[in-house]
């Protein structure tokens, strides 16, 4: 900080250097204090000052001051309680308000850059995609690192970009930062923390490289390399290292994590996960899952969750892709490589190393006579999905007054990048059952697919595009059908991603700051596919427009007929009186146990989500008069 700042502050008088001696205060050169004009020496006693310190005024009757601690070429501000340090505070620049209470030691090391710039090793754990440690990531931004390797002139100018940032942080770093208002208290060695807004540390063992922003490390955390931003919680003995932790993300019950990059909304209880990147929502809650090597957002991890990634050849160079709002069943096995479809359910062990992005909305499961087998869409018509894609948006935990969030989340369901896959894999159902229409069963990508389960999914596929064409109705633009991302919760299409990449590799984007801010601009808008492209899709056999039109308004009432029956089926298929046993445990006879099971049935069928189902489908009849 520059010397002028302190132009208000004075060296301390002989009667002042006495008071302070006789409080159990003590200096080296007493020259090097520099305390405010109104300086009060009964706010300190027992300190041992080391090196050159500004000391603000602090309010004695208010509890301020510093007392039996060591203080070592430090910066403290007003409204400040340092007491019990006994190993020391070192290099640090200690804000207004501060509290810091019983604390073996807190260190900074001049130069260090508190972990950042630390290379995340995620996904095959050889740090062929590693990531950097920043306090800027975001998921997409860590999406584009770890995937963007092949544009070899962006990718290295990204990774400058990164030093760059790394080394304007370092630039004349001195102190290190303990923000307005945090509070420090019963913990052992704190080494090269950057406090940048108000966070709190409790009951640590042991911090070593990390930057926090409005976060809480709490009950006996242990990290190193660490970073953590707005309303993140780390508690209950977890353990991270090499990790980043994103808005409004809870981690508890012992969790550990290594070379992980963790985002927004996220919560993890008990369990593992390595070399991983769990966008958005992500969520694991028991203590023998293990994710390895995992790319996953919006994802739910059932109990016992296993992955390997390591085929004892040459390494664990493999890893895997869940794409959006993926779910796995209790015991479930994945051995990587492999790449599950957005808003699948994984039931069981499953080894064949598929490749099913072009399959969402699928069920994959091992089967009892071995193998595996698919029921492509089948997702689409569950309950469960729609509940899921009805509640993320209301868990955004994140502070509604913060305008520029780190993590840009689409809620939609059928997003365009969600939409493209499925017109892939609807082409591509649609060409199995042709080349072999009087088969039983077909194979896919190594699973098992039995003929009702084909003709299944081409319908719900079929419908998702129904149901996303009239939605996309009257927009302003249509952009053509090309390939679209979801970068971990954030939708943008090929030619944007490939504008702003191109941007950087011609130098007109220069710093990582002007990368985010393009990347955040394009995530924040969305252009819908082509109505008259996905018609022609659907209708291939018709010669107008006018009869595409009037094929879809028929179709639309069945499909929505459809839809609506297979969605309340599967709804009430949990208010079956075998699934609600165990009620009525203080009815007297079988026949008024019953009564409280129908009467249980009948509150369960008004849940507002089937009547926001129903809601949404007989909107978009409107829209067809709009094509």
């Not at 957002?297 to 390591?310: C, K, M």
């Not at 994140?398 to 969600?418: C, F, G, S």
């Not at 069963?441 to 009702?452: F, Q």
């Amino acid at each position: 900080m520059e010397k002028n700042y302190w132009n208000n502050y004075r060296q301390l008088s002989v009667s002042e250097i006495k008071l302070l001696e006789e409080n159990n205060c003590s200096s080296l050169n007493w020259e090097l204090i520099q305390v405010e004009n109104d300086f009060d020496c009964a706010c300190l006693k027992g300190v041992t000052f080391q090196g050159e310190c500004y000391i603000a005024t602090q309010n004695k009757s208010h509890g301020e001051g510093i007392f039996n601690s060591l203080i070592n070429s430090c910066i403290i501000g007003s409204g400040v309680r340092i007491n019990n340090v006994s190993q020391g505070i070192y290099n640090y620049q200690i804000g207004k308000g501060v509290i810091i209470e019983n604390v073996r030691r807190i260190a900074y090391q001049q130069g260090a850059t508190c972990g950042l710039g630390t290379a995340v090793s995620v996904l095959d754990e050889m740090g062929s995609r590693s990531v950097p440690l920043l306090d800027c990531l975001t998921a997409p931004l860590a999406y584009i690192f770890a995937f963007a390797r092949h544009k070899s002139i962006f990718t290295e100018n990204l990774f400058a970009f990164a030093q760059n940032y790394v080394n304007q942080f370092m630039h004349n770093n001195t102190h290190a930062l303990i923000a307005d208002n945090s509070f420090i208290a019963d913990s052992g060695e704190l080494r090269n923390i950057y406090i940048k807004q108000a966070s709190t540390i409790t009951d640590s063992p042991e911090l070593c490289n990390c930057v926090l922003q409005e976060s809480e490390i709490k009950t006996g955390t242990v990290a190193h390399n660490l970073v953590a931003v707005n309303g993140s919680i780390i508690e209950e003995h977890s353990t991270l290292h090499n990790c980043f932790v994103g808005e409004a993300s809870h981690i508890s019950g012992g969790f550990s994590a290594h070379d992980s990059l963790i985002f927004s909304n996220c919560s993890l209880n008990n369990g593992e996960v390595a070399a991983s990147i769990l966008g958005p929502h992500s969520v694991s809650s028991h203590r023998a899952t293990l994710l390895v090597g995992c790319c996953a957002s919006f994802f739910n991890a059932g109990s016992g969750t296993n992955q390997s990634n390591h085929h004892y050849k040459l390494g664990p160079m493999h890893y895997g892709i869940m794409e959006r709002g993926c779910k796995t069943g209790s015991n479930s096995y994945i051995l990587w490589p492999g790449h599950i479809g957005a808003f699948s359910k994984v039931i069981g062990s499953i080894d064949v190393r598929p490749d099913l992005q072009n399959f969402p909305l699928s069920v994959i499961a091992e089967k009892n006579s071995g193998g595996a087998s698919i029921s492509p869409g089948i997702q689409l018509a569950t309950i469960g999905l729609l509940r899921d894609v009805s509640k993320w948006k209301h868990r955004d935990k994140r502070k509604p007054e913060q305008t520029n969030p780190h993590d840009v989340i689409d809620y939609r369901l059928l997003a365009e990048p969600l939409i493209f896959r499925i017109m892939k894999g609807y082409e591509q159902l649609k060409a199995l059952k042709e080349r072999n229409p009087e088969a039983s069963h077909y194979t896919l990508e190594r699973l098992n697919l039995s003929a009702s389960e084909l003709t299944m999914g081409i319908t719900c596929y079929r419908i998702a595009l129904i149901v996303y064409l009239l939605q996309s109705v009257g927009a302003k633009t249509y952009a053509p059908i090309q390939p679209s991302y979801d970068l971990l919760g954030a939708c943008i299409q090929q030619h944007e991603l490939n504008t702003i990449i191109t941007q950087v590799e011609t130098g007109n984007i220069h710093t990582l700051e002007c990368f985010t801010k393009a990347l955040y601009d394009s995530l924040s808008t969305s252009v819908p596919y082509n109505v008259y492209t996905i018609l022609e899709l659907l209708y291939p056999d018709s010669t107008t427009l006018a009869e595409q039109k009037k094929m879809l308004a028929v179709e639309f009432t069945t499909s929505i007929q459809q839809m609506l029956k297979l969605v309340e089926n599967d709804a009430r298929g949990e208010l079956t009186p075998k699934r609600l046993t165990g009620f009525g445990l203080l009815t007297s006879n079988p026949e008024e146990k019953r009564n409280e099971a129908l009467f249980l049935r009948s509150n369960y069928a008004q849940l507002p989500i089937l009547k926001e189902v129903e809601e949404k489908l007989y909107s978009l009849q409107q829209k067809i008069e709009q094509l």
